[in-house]
């Protein structure tokens, strides 16, 4: 299982962001996909999640209404598009699967 995180870096309150995970070493088409994220001194917190055909998603009340997850199976490309951003909304956010976890992208979220 391999999965990659480009995509991070620096943005301004209320600018947006979009994630990428690429997968591989696995029937991504298979699995359901989560974004989780850890702030600075904070624990591992779940995003978002998104069904194997992508048709259902769930998302924490923290990101309601301003982040929207989706996935291209095609190719094996999870997303996480980000709007509205936050200061609280800094940390390293990762990719996960039943099996395994990508090395994360920082996001910062400061003027």
């Known amino acids: 299982v391999q999965l990659v995180e480009p995509g991070g870096g620096l943005v301004q309150p209320g600018g947006s962001l979009r994630l990428s995970c690429v997968a591989s070493g696995f029937a991504f088409e298979g699995y359901v996909m989560s974004w989780y994220r850890q702030a600075p001194g904070k624990g591992l917190e779940w995003v978002s999640s998104?069904?194997?055909?992508?048709?259902?998603?769930t998302y924490a009340d923290a990101v309601m209404g301003r982040f929207t997850i989706s996935r291209d199976n095609a190719r094996n490309t999870l997303y996480l598009q980000m709007n509205s951003l936050k200061p609280e909304d800094t940390g390293v956010y990762y990719c996960?699967?039943?099996?395994?976890r990508g090395q994360g992208t920082q996001v910062t979220v400061s003027s």
């Open positions: 996960e699967m039943a099996d395994g």
């Open positions: 998104i069904t194997s055909g992508g048709i259902g998603s």
